[in-house]
């Protein structure tokens, strides 16, 4: 258990400069828009200092724990830290007594921040779960993983989910370009230059990972001589202080490629999209670039036409992650070909870009009476719901009856192809009419 220092400054010399460089206000904070950008709930919470429990989810390096330091900063609260990894619960009870205290003698909240929160047994998280539910302590928790499944639904059902995504390539630069001009926290008062094309490959190579960017800088600038009183950063030096090759082919080529792998996939031909993906592997590609790809388009090119393409997809992305390459290239490899050659239909993303606009222009009419919620006490004072037909009540469990609001009785947005497995769910609709 840590107690936060956060409200400290964050130069102490043996710190990594990803620790050092963290930012200490909003305006300082560097990505996650959609969440945190003018106007959103989160900023809003924070700038009020009412965030109440909060799960933290994304990949490794693109900001939970910074906006934590950033929430620390702002919030007249205490903060305590913990690890899921080396915390039990009588680390739990402990600040949970703390907390009491803080509430009690000097009306002040407490934010736990738990790292690796997935980590936890339903033990662990039950001993935490009174507090949060009486405000006790506001909880953040902060993993890599997806807390709908691997974490305990309690906790979860407790908290508001807030997803962030990699950095772009644009936040990276901005984070490496501060760390190099800054004199108190960063790498400024060791005159430090970087080649543009050195630059450039840590904003790739890091994958949105701004943790990864930093430490090769910082490695790369410990490492290298200075000469004539400078640190001089070449595109060699950059490689080898991030352990990822450069890209062997320019920019334009690159996403060349990119787009003949995907019009391959859509084409099913199964010989030219192993040969680009095998290009783009050895020009140094990221595999988790290409196995997204796959993943869109198993359900933009092939769809419901054949859901095994999905499955195996989102499988040899999971194999990537577990044993990692070059093993999975035999899983990305089985995914391509199950794309390629399966029959082909685009009704999936046609189905849902219709939906999409039709929901975006804000006129839907009212839930019908028969489809609204007749779960509580009283429903019926409110809404007659006695029109609804269970369809499992019926032969075949299906019968017919509206389900659309008002206006939209007609709209059809999901239009089955002729082949593969759609043939057969447009064989169904014929039946019901």
Same mark, same amino acid.
């Given at each position: 258990?840590?107690? /936060?220092? /956060? ?35 989160? *900023? ?11 799960? /933290? ?23 305590? @830290? ?35 929160? $997935? @980590? ?37 059902? *407790? ?10 390539? &644009? ?28 630059? @450039?490959?840590?904003? *790739? ?82 595999? @988790?670039?290409? =196995? ?52 082909? =239909? ?16 804000? &006129? ?14 009283? $429903? &019926? *004072? ?25 206006? /939209? ?5 999901? $239009? ?18």
């Amino acid at each position: 258990m840590t107690l /936060f220092d /956060f409200n400290t400054q964050n130069n102490t010399s043996n710190q990594p400069l990803a620790d050092r460089m963290r930012p200490k206000s909003l305006d300082e904070f560097i990505g996650q828009d959609h969440i945190v950008g003018p106007g959103k709930l989160l *900023r809003r919470a924070i700038v009020a200092d009412k965030l109440s429990s909060s799960i /933290f989810y994304g990949p490794p390096g693109c900001g939970k724990t910074s906006l934590a330091f950033v929430i620390a900063q702002m919030t007249k609260a205490d903060f305590v @830290r913990m690890n899921a990894v080396t915390s039990g619960v009588s680390e739990v009870r402990e600040v949970l007594k703390q907390a009491q205290d803080n509430r009690m003698m000097y009306g002040k909240a407490t934010y736990l921040l738990l790292d690796e929160c $997935h @980590r936890w047994n339903k033990a662990q998280s039950d001993s935490i779960l009174p507090a949060i539910e009486e405000g006790l302590i506001r909880f953040i928790g902060s993993t890599t993983e997806n807390p709908m499944i691997a974490m305990t639904p309690a906790i979860v059902s *407790r908290c508001r989910l807030f997803a962030f995504e990699p950095l772009r390539e &644009q936040d990276i630069e901005i984070a490496l370009l501060r760390a190099i001009g800054d004199e108190v926290n960063g790498l400024g008062a060791m005159n430090v230059r970087v080649d543009e094309k050195a630059l @450039r490959h840590w904003m *790739r190579a890091s994958s949105g990972d701004i943790r990864m960017a930093l430490n090769a800088l910082e490695l790369a600038a410990l490492t290298t001589p200075t000469v004539a009183g400078e640190i001089h950063i070449d595109l060699s030096i950059a490689e080898d202080s991030i352990q990822k090759p450069v890209i062997k082919v320019d920019e334009s080529l690159y996403y060349d490629m990119l787009s003949a792998f995907c019009k391959s996939l859509r084409g099913s031909d199964s010989d030219a999209a192993l040969l680009w993906c095998a290009r783009l592997l050895y020009a140094g590609c990221d595999p @988790r670039l290409i =196995s997204r790809r796959m993943i869109a388009h198993a359900s933009e090119d092939v769809g419901l036409a054949n859901p095994q393409a999905m499955l195996l997809s989102v499988a040899a992305a999971q194999a990537l992650q577990l044993i990692g390459m070059p093993e999975a290239r035999l899983s990305l490899t089985q995914a391509i070909i199950s794309i390629c050659e399966s029959e082909k =239909s685009n009704s999936v993303v046609e189905a849902m870009t219709m939906a999409k606009l039709d929901a975006e222009q804000g &006129q839907l009419g009212a839930v019908p009476q028969h489809l609204r919620d007749a779960h509580y006490a009283g $429903h &019926q *004072r409110i809404n007659d719901t006695s029109g609804y037909l269970y369809p499992h009540h019926y032969p075949g469990h299906y019968v017919e009856q509206c389900y659309m609001p008002q206006g /939209f009785e007609d709209r059809i947005y999901y $239009h089955p192809g002729n082949l593969g497995e759609e043939a057969k769910i447009q064989k169904k609709k014929d039946q019901h009419g």
